[in-house]
């Protein structure tokens, strides 16, 4: 169970398009609403869903531009190549300081 959160387990059903309900006492008691992100995870058996806020999205983006900018800014410009192992070395560096 997550700190913080006591509530009891609820069932829903996968449809056949891969959809699935969230029941209405968990959207309520995290402020899910339509048009929400959520990133989704699997790990060990399980389905993880977690609120996505648009204004880390943004921030993330932000600090993206500027490593990118920066290497522009010393080195020239860059292949697409080079922008890609920029954004993967971002991406592995936010997944293992989770």
């Not at 697409?80 to 300081?97: E, L, N, P, T, V």
Request: hydrophobic share 35%; charged share 35%; no cysteine.
């Amino acid at each position: 169970m997550m700190a913080g959160y006591k509530q009891a387990a609820d069932m829903t059903v996968v449809s056949g398009k891969g959809q699935v309900v969230i029941p209405r006492s968990i959207r309520q008691k995290l402020g899910i609403g339509p048009k929400t992100k959520l990133l989704v995870y699997g790990y060990d058996g399980a389905v993880i869903m977690k609120k996505m806020e648009i204004a880390d999205v943004a921030k993330d983006l932000e600090k993206l531009y500027k490593k990118i900018d920066k290497k522009a800014a010393k080195y020239g410009s860059l292949s697409d190549d080079d922008i890609d192992k920029i954004i993967q070395a971002s991406r592995r560096k936010r997944y293992h300081s989770k």
